[in-house]
């Protein structure tokens, strides 16, 4: 039997530049890690079990979930630097309503196309920045943050440091009040 080697997530991910920045930033968490590069950030809304090949009706699925998924832009904001003995992540001190409220809709999506979650998988709003071994710590921080506009579906190519965004949808604003004119 060969290896699980894909992985596929539903996520949200900074602009490239605030990426770049944070990935810049991050290098002062352990010389010794492993840091994301700045392409690879996200936050995981949704993800499922791992696969050792690609199949191509899932992907077809989760595409059909997501296309069913209608959300609001929403702030994202982090302001805690915590690291366990493995990784180093952003966190943010509060509560995201906005994306709790996306990951209702994409969870959701999912369960009535049929598709399973991760085993063991319990969703907290993180971005790992990178994996090291060191002690534990949290630290407050400056806070970083930017409004999410879209959410991704990504194909993660275990161990390969390869992250292709198989799909994009835009969240869009409610639509507002229409103005009565006669």
Known sequence: MSQASHRLFFAIRPPLRLARRIANAASWFDARGQALAAERLHVTIDIIDDHADLPRGLVDTLMAAGNAVAAVPFDMAFDLAVGSPKSVALRPGRRNPGVEALRQRITAARERVGVVPRRDYRF???????????????????????????????????????????????????????????
């Open 124 to 182: 907290g709003t993180h971005m790992t920045l990178g994996y090291r071994q060191g002690a534990p710590f949290t630290q407050g921080i400056a806070p970083l943050g930017w409004t999410a506009q879209e959410f991704v579906l990504i194909h993660s190519h275990v161990g390969r440091t390869r992250h292709d965004v198989l799909a994009r949808w835009p969240l869009k604003p409610a639509p507002g009040p229409q103005l009565a004119l006669f």
